[in-house]
Antibody
Framework: QVHLQESGPGLVKPSETLSLTCTVS????????WSWVRQPPGKGLEYVGY???????DYSLSLKSRTTISVDASKNQFFLIMTSVTAADTAVYYC?????????WGQGILVTVSS | EIVLTQSPGTLSLSPGDSATLSCKAS???????LAWYQHKPGQAPRLLIH???SRAAGIPDRVRGSGSGTDFTLTISRLEPEDFAVYYC?????????FGGGTKIEIK
């Protein structure tokens, strides 16, 4: 059974950089794409982007300019970096496996942007 | 990017009722790459339907997806207590992938 676990700081200051890690266990990161999805408080799911095991990326148009998703296949991990965060980036961030649809998800991590 | 519009925003129903959820796309979905997810507070989203109408593993046959082109529907028959949740459609055929705004099924 594939398991995904998000990790990283739960509090980030405005204008600083949000950095999250997703660790994949129970299966290899190879041969799949891997995604980040977020949910701001009281709102719906928002696609952030994906990375392939070879490093190909895709991003939401609204977040593309300040988002980077990368992968370290040797560690079975992938990463989210978002720069210049504001309160609007406060959300639960989920990582997920892209197997055409998103078939496995992490439990999510709440990231609050506040001074 | 493809915009997905879900309606209604909220459905107030009783256990045993049937639910019909709509998802309309701003342009034709590529190769039937349309999925539905169930999401409950504090939990990870759960894949219900992929490829418009294929049920994910363990999803009962009272959950049915249908549609084509730009209009899609999720139907849940004989609602059970565990079905009360928020449901999202998602297109994964054209980058960037996008989600609809969600439909909440609440207990009447």
């Amino acid at each position: 059974q594939v398991h995904l676990q998000e990790s990283g700081p739960g509090l980030v200051k405005p204008s600083e950089t949000l950095s999250l890690t997703c660790t994949v266990s129970g299966g290899s990161i190879n041969n799949f794409y891997w995604s980040w999805v977020r949910q701001p408080p009281g709102k719906g799911l928002e696609y952030v982007g994906y990375v392939s095991y070879k490093g190909r990326t895709d991003y939401s148009l609204s977040l593309k300019s300040r988002t980077t998703i990368s992968v370290d296949a040797s560690k079975n991990q992938f990463f989210l970096i978002m720069t210049s965060v504001t309160a609007a980036d406060t959300a639960v961030y989920y990582c997920a496996r892209v197997n055409s649809p998103f078939d496995y998800w992490g439990q999510g991590i709440l990231v609050t942007v506040s001074s | 990017e493809i915009v997905l519009t879900q309606s209604p925003g909220t459905l107030s129903l009783s256990p045993g009722d049937s639910a019909t959820l709509s998802c309309k796309a701003s342009e034709t979905i590529n190769s039937y790459y349309l999925a539905w997810y169930q999401h409950k507070p504090g939990q990870a989203p759960r894949l219900l339907i992929h490829s418009v109408s294929s049920r994910a593993a363990g999803i009962p046959d009272r959950v049915r997806g249908s549609g084509s082109g730009t209009d899609f529907t999720l139907t849940i028959s004989r609602l059970e207590p565990e079905d009360f949740a928020v449901y999202y459609c998602q297109q994964y055929g054209t980058s960037p992938y996008t989600f609809g705004g969600g439909t909440k099924i609440e207990i009447k």
